[in-house]
């Protein structure tokens, strides 16, 4: 039972454009959504995060939207910059007595193309 | 402030040995959370530490532990590994557990 997807494996977009990639979850009682960046061999890199109260976070090229009733958070890479090739993950959390316990989900490549 | 470390970085065992792998956190960071990177089911929750108790365990068998010290740094150890085993394991700090985790840059482990 996957609780987090990421259903597109791989993105392509041209430097400049518009980076989104999605995420969608079935647990209502997540309340807290991360966004990580990852490099092949290394650990994952925190990129921003949003808590459930919010349904926008933004930190300078990154933002993150949240739809709560529908389940689904985005998180959208303003101009895209070939240094952002990498996979992304999206990670959830219940705060609800769940500690430091963290749902990924599958991951999706991004390619920025110059 | 230095970020996550740990060690080794790159372990090479056979089947049926066992390992230890070692994670300090960030200063000041209380929780120490491991997981297990592989290409077929990605990134799993192992367990979690915080004030050298676990607080919460992923659905690992029994072959996987932990154990949190006084200073906050954790280890993990894996008995009688098996082939399935051969991973990337990731520790993660943060303050309470509950908010953001930072990442260490993992141990490459290869059961041969």
New interface residues.
């Given amino acids: 039972d996957q609780q987090v997807k990421q259903n597109s494996p791989s993105l392509s977009v041209q430097e400049g454009r518009i980076s989104i990639l999605n995420c969608d979850y079935t647990n209502s009682m997540f309340d ?1 959504f ?1 966004w ?1 960046k990852k490099y092949p ?6 990129l921003i ?1 949003i808590s459930s109260i919010k349904d926008k976070n933004e930190d300078g090229r990154f933002t993150v939207f949240l739809n709560k009733s529908a389940k689904h958070l985005s998180l959208h890479i303003v101009p895209s910059q070939p240094g952002d090739s990498a996979v992304y ?1 999206c ?1 959830a ?1 219940e ?1 609800n007595n ?10 999706t490549e991004l390619s920025v193309k110059p | 402030k230095a970020g996550v470390t740990q060690t080794p970085r790159y372990l090479i065992k056979t089947r049926g040995q066992q390992v230890t792998l070692s994670c300090s956190p960030i200063s000041g960071h209380r929780s120490v959370s491991w997981y297990q990177q592989t290409p077929g089911q990605g990134l799993q929750f192992l367990f979690e530490y915080f004030s050298e108790t676990q607080r919460n365990k992923g659905n690992f068998p029994g072959r996987f532990s932990g154990r949190q010290f006084s200073n906050s740094r954790s280890e993990m150890n894996v008995s009688t590994l098996e082939l399935g085993d051969s991973a990337l394991y990731l520790c993660a700090s943060s303050r309470l557990g509950a908010d953001t985790q930072y990442f260490g840059p993992g141990t490459r482990l290869t059961v041969l």
């Fill in positions: 807290y991360l990580y061999a290394e650990g994952p890199t925190f995060s993950f990670a959390s705060n769940q500690g430091g316990k963290l749902i990924f989900g599958q991951g």
